[in-house]
């Protein structure tokens, strides 16, 4: 999991509620990625950050919102209008070596999101 | 997008045996990696492989790539029951920083 922290591992919530994962990381990368796993499926991408102050919805944004007010956090807030909120929410930081990014991934541990 | 697809979805085999998981991806990439989920986990990296390279070794890990069917394939040889996880592949998408990744292939090592 290296320098990647999400917190807490995991969450439940009622129906109707918008709720924030954290995402923290110290390895001082810029790009940061939030992804979604279903049971026995793959990652999809939700959002991606390149850079401070910017980001990029990605395959299924909708229901979701981040923000990017520095550069070690990158929280994800599921909001009410997600319609299937409950899943296996992953946060992940780009790799670069010597100034050159292979785009290989940093991954958290997960948050296990449940909605009653 | 789903660019990666693995084969297969499952895969049981005894301690000791060698495992083949293949992927197969649909657009032009300039690498492609496989990772390595253990239960309730994150994703750990394995391998990265460039699109002009054909074959790389890490380990027990052997990676072999044909750009020109546009599929790869992870061997895990002498594979142990510690090896027991979910298996995915990602490709980029021709120089993006964006992976997509495969629906995995669910690997069991019976001791």
């Known amino acids: 999991d290296g320098g990647i922290t999400q917190s807490p591992k995991y969450l439940f919530r009622k129906e109707g509620q918008n709720v924030t994962l954290s995402c923290e990381q110290n390895?001082?990368?810029?790009?940061m990625y939030w992804y979604r796993q279903d049971p026995g499926q793959g990652l999809r991408l939700i959002y991606y950050?390149?850079?401070?102050?910017?980001?990029q919805k990605g395959d299924i944004a909708e229901g979701y919102s981040v923000s990017r007010e520095k550069k070690e956090s990158f929280p994800l807030t599921v909001t009410s209008a997600q319609k299937n909120p409950t899943a296996f929410y992953l946060c992940?930081?780009?790799?670069?070596?010597?100034?050159?990014?292979?785009?290989?991934?940093?991954f958290g541990p997960g948050t296990r999101l449940t909605v009653l | 997008s789903q660019q990666g697809e693995e084969d297969p979805q499952a895969l049981s085999i005894q301690e000791g045996e060698n495992a083949t998981m293949n992927c197969s991806y649909k657009?032009?990439?300039?690498?492609l990696q496989w990772y390595r989920q253990n239960s309730g986990r994150g994703l750990v990296h394995l391998i990265l492989?460039?699109?002009?390279?054909r074959e790389k070794h890490s380990g027990r890990l052997r990676v072999t790539l044909d750009t020109s069917k546009k599929s790869s394939s992870l061997l895990i040889t002498a594979s142990r029951a510690a090896d027991t996880a979910s298996y995915f592949c990602?490709?980029?998408?021709?120089?993006?920083?964006?992976?997509?990744f495969g629906k995995g292939t669910k690997l069991t090592v019976n001791p």
């Open positions: 992940a930081i780009l790799r670069v070596v010597g100034g050159l990014s292979y785009n290989e991934q940093f």
């Open positions: 390895l001082n990368h810029d790009a």
């Open positions: 950050s390149q850079i401070v102050n910017d980001f």
């Open positions: 657009t032009s990439i300039n690498n």
């Open positions: 492989i460039r699109s002009n390279e």
């Open positions: 990602a490709t980029d998408q021709g120089g993006s920083e964006k992976l997509v």
